[in-house]
Nanobody, 123 residues
Framework: QVYLVESGGGLAQPGGSLRLSCVDS????????MAWFRQAPGKARDFVGAITSTTGETFLAGSVQGRFMVSRDSAKKTMYLQMNSLKPEDTAVYYC????????????????WGRGTQVTVSS
């Protein structure tokens, strides 16, 4: 059963923007954190950003601060990743993930994953 579904990936030029969405169809009780990770070919899966279920506190990797933003729409059970000022090094498969309780930036801490959406930044 796949509960997290990402969308919004595609091709963008350097300096352009994309907005990714992650819809969560699972009924989740208690506190949890949702996060974005990305993985380029031949590289490790890296943390991008996260948001908590209670206060909506957000966290971002230093490499994307000032360019990316994480947000949510609780009524739609959807998390977003707004990506601005895109760079070629942002090219990767972007994954949505969820874990119980609080924030963590390690992919091993997350128990539920989507299948990813491809983002390509190229001129």
């Amino acid at each position: 059963q796949v509960y997290l579904v990402e969308s919004g990936g595609g091709l963008a030029q350097p300096g352009g923007s994309l907005r990714l969405s992650c819809v969560d169809s699972e009924r989740v009780r208690g506190l949890y954190t949702m996060a974005w990770f990305r993985q380029a070919p031949g590289k490790a899966r890296d943390f991008v950003g996260a948001i908590t279920s209670t206060t909506g506190e957000t966290f971002l990797a230093g490499s994307v601060q000032g360019r990316f933003m994480v947000s949510r729409d609780s009524a739609k059970k959807t998390m977003y990743l707004q990506m601005n000022s895109l760079k070629p090094e942002d090219t990767a498969v972007y994954y949505c993930a969820r874990k119980p309780l609080g924030y963590n930036d390690s992919p091993g801490a997350y128990s539920t994953w989507g299948r990813g959406t491809q983002v390509t930044v190229s001129s």
